[in-house]
């Protein structure tokens, strides 16, 4: 295992960790696609547990008038939501609830915040139906005393301040909360884990870049618990109103979960420290440049009328170059060089350069077991916020056209698809189309990498040709 490697990209991990929640709600989170739902039955125990939570007791007239007028707040979401303008627009109901998903491509303007926030949709879209439904709830609590055991004092039961003052708005005590699972915390961490992964490879001592399941083993064995890194991205949200005592109890619970990781990241990375790469041998990293190097330009070599050239392919790798030296003069002089070098190689990494040859380590042949899978990969990954399948066209249109080497040493994949008409959804282009959302190269880079991922070969990058 290659300590550096792992060294770098824990510390990269943790320095991704650290960047506010907050912002990454603001610029990321909250411009995905929500799938807003409400269940009457689930709304009015939201409302008992913050009565609950001030040591209201609430009397069978009590919870029954709560659970009206939750049913009333659902009969008004019913009336509003279809309403709502959008390009695309999925809902469903039932007799005591509503889900409607959210997407950029819903019309309607935020009065709060940011315009663009999806988030911030919902609440524009709950909100007045909301105030009201609380408000409802508060006179009537108002209306309804109780005698505290603990001052025997004579009170009403609408829900307070911290004051002591009735409360007139319902932010503070219902709010809208992602579910367990998939909350803020756990897609920034999630991102964060896919971007370090993107951006600091961890590769073997031999060159080859490791899996993610490869790499989380290696985290707990070095005692960082990884559950809190979920096994995908989080692309859409689920939210619904909750209780806020809840809801801040479980977002203090997710923060002290994400601090734990860093904290055991920190340990990890010491336990590591002081542990470095032989002195004057190739890196893991620059083992596997050049080896890339090497497997993207062979198929070349035999062609005529053509001429190759790379910087330096030859791997320097003094720690075993004594045992491979003394086993090949071993070999009778008779045998060509290949032959000793093979003869030298003890099964095991025999083994592994046998993996080394296969489909998955060759770029150029691996162009072919792409485009075999695309289409339907491609067709697979529409859907909202992205481009929604609706011919097939655009998804049987991507196909890979070559591979180059970036002066890195890594595999560039260039593709293309049916331009006409479906550019117009790139990021940048003219017209009122894009939207950040559609981008067809974000679609079928995702696609790529995908279908890539079962064959290991690291580092890559895509682009439109």
Known sequence: MAQKDLISFLNKLDSELTKSSKYYRQAQANKRAHIFRFNSGSFAKQVKIQAAAQDIPLSNADRKFINTAAEELLTKLKRSLPKIKADEKKITSGKTFIRMTFTSSVK???????????????????????????????????????????????????????????????????????IKGKSVIESLVRDAFEDVMGDESVFTETGDALKEPDIKKMMTDLGIDVSLIKDAKIDTYTVQLEAAVDNR???????????????????????????????????????????????????????????????????????????????????????SRKKAGMAAIPAALKARKAKAQSS???????????????????????????????????????????????????????????????????????????????DPRELIDKSIREIAAQFAIGRFYTRRV
Not at 127 to 146: A, D, G, M, V
Not at 267 to 286: F, H, M, R
Not at 382 to 403: H, Q, Y
């Open 108 to 178: 309607k303007k935020s009065q709060y915040g940011d315009p663009d926030s999806i988030y911030g949709k919902i609440y524009d879209t709950y909100r007045p139906h909301l105030k009201k439904c609380f408000t409802s709830i508060q006179n009537y609590l108002k209306e309804q005393q109780f005698t505290n055991e603990k001052t025997g004092k004579t009170k009403h039961k609408a829900l307070r301040t911290k004051t002591g003052k009735v409360r007139e708005a319902p932010g503070r005590e219902i709010q809208l909360g992602h």
């Open 249 to 335: 109890a479980d977002g203090k619970m997710l923060k002290e979960r994400k601090k734990t990781l860093q904290d055991q990241i920190k340990v990890a990375v010491n336990k590591l420290g002081g542990i470095e790469n032989l002195s004057g041998s190739d890196t893991p990293k620059q083992k596997y440049i050049k080896k890339t190097r090497q497997e993207v330009l062979e198929p070349f070599k035999n062609l005529k009328n053509v001429k190759v050239s790379a910087k330096d392919l030859k791997i320097d790798d003094k720690s075993s170059s004594g045992k491979r030296n003394a086993k090949t003069k071993a070999v009778k002089a008779s045998k």
């Open 360 to 438: 998955a380590s060759r770029p150029l042949q691996l162009i072919g077991v792409i485009n075999k899978e695309l289409p339907n990969t491609v067709r697979k990954n529409m859907k909202e916020p992205a481009l929604v399948n609706r011919t097939g066209r655009f998804a049987e249109s991507v196909r890979l056209t070559e591979v180059i080497q970036t002066p890195q040493g890594y595999p560039s994949f260039g593709y293309t698809y049916q331009r006409e008409p479906y550019q117009v959804f790139e990021e940048g282009s003219s017209g009122e189309w894009s939207n950040g959302h559609r």
